[in-house]
Antibody, heavy 116, light 110 residues
Framework: QVHLVESGGGLVKPGGSLRLSCAAS????????MSWIRQAPGKGLEWVSF????????YYADSVKGRFTISRDNAKNSLSLQMNSLRAEDTAVYYC?????????WGQGTLVTVSS | QSVLTQPPSASGTPGQRVTISCSGGSSNIGSDFVYWYQQLPGMAPKLLIYKNHQRPSGVPDRFSGSKSGTSASLDISGLRSEDEADYYC???????????FGGGTKLTVL
């Protein structure tokens, strides 16, 4: 059974940093592209970033380009999102998801709140 | 503002058929597959339809998807109370080099 478990969310001040992690199990992690998607409170879904199997190709949404960095550790079945220069508009539930152009497995999400 | 346009709300009574539309452009729906997700209240989204009309294992055949040109639609027949959820369409956008989602449609079962 596929499991994706996000962690690392919390309250951070504007301009601060946070690192999210996603622990994957139940499938061969290294065989799949992985993505981060977020959802602001009461709002719709917004794709954030994806990374290919070996990390050779990475894409970011314009809204986070230059501030967020996606990475993966296939030996540890782990996906990460380093978020710097956080803004109030980055406040959202962040989901780890399997896939690149569509997402067949999702984690339960971790809430990031950017507020002073 | 979403690049894919969905109606913000839809409703129907149990047993009815409901259609949710999703309108895009040549750089997304017009040139790539459409996907649909169901998000039940308080839950993570779940893949409902992939590659325009395919259903993942476990998704009832009451749910069907179609695409024509730069638009797509999700049909739900035999509406049930447990179908009350938010529904999102998505597609890869060649101009943005990323996935775009519709704004979501909140389905109410009356």
């Amino acid at each position: 059974q596929v499991h994706l478990v996000e962690s690392g969310g919390g309250l951070v001040k504007p301009g601060g940093s946070l690192r999210l992690s996603c622990a994957a199990s139940g499938f061969t992690f290294s065989d799949y592209y992985m993505s981060w998607i977020r959802q602001a409170p009461g709002k719709g879904l917004e794709w954030v970033s994806f990374i290919t199997t070996s990390g050779e190709i990475i894409y970011y949404a314009d809204s986070v380009k230059g501030r967020f960095t996606i990475s993966r550790d296939n030996a540890k079945n782990s996906l990460s999102l380093q978020m710097n220069s956080l803004r109030a508009e980055d406040t959202a539930v962040y989901y780890c998801a399997r896939g690149s152009d569509f997402f067949d497995q999702w984690g339960q999400g971790t809430l990031v709140t950017v507020s002073s | 503002q979403s690049v894919l346009t969905q109606p913000p709300s839809a409703s129907g009574t149990p047993g009815q058929r409901v259609t949710i539309s999703c309108s895009g452009g040549s750089s997304n729906i017009g040139s790539d597959f459409v996907y649909w997700y169901q998000q039940l209240p308080g839950m993570a989204p779940k893949l409902l339809i992939y590659k325009n009309h395919q259903r993942p294992s476990g998704v009832p055949d009451r749910f069907s998807g179609s695409k024509s040109g730069t638009s797509a639609s999700l049909d739900i027949s035999g509406l049930r109370s447990e179908d009350e959820a938010d529904y999102y369409c998505s597609a890869w956008d060649d101009s943005l080099n990323g996935v775009i989602f519709g704004g979501g449609t909140k389905l109410t079962v009356l």
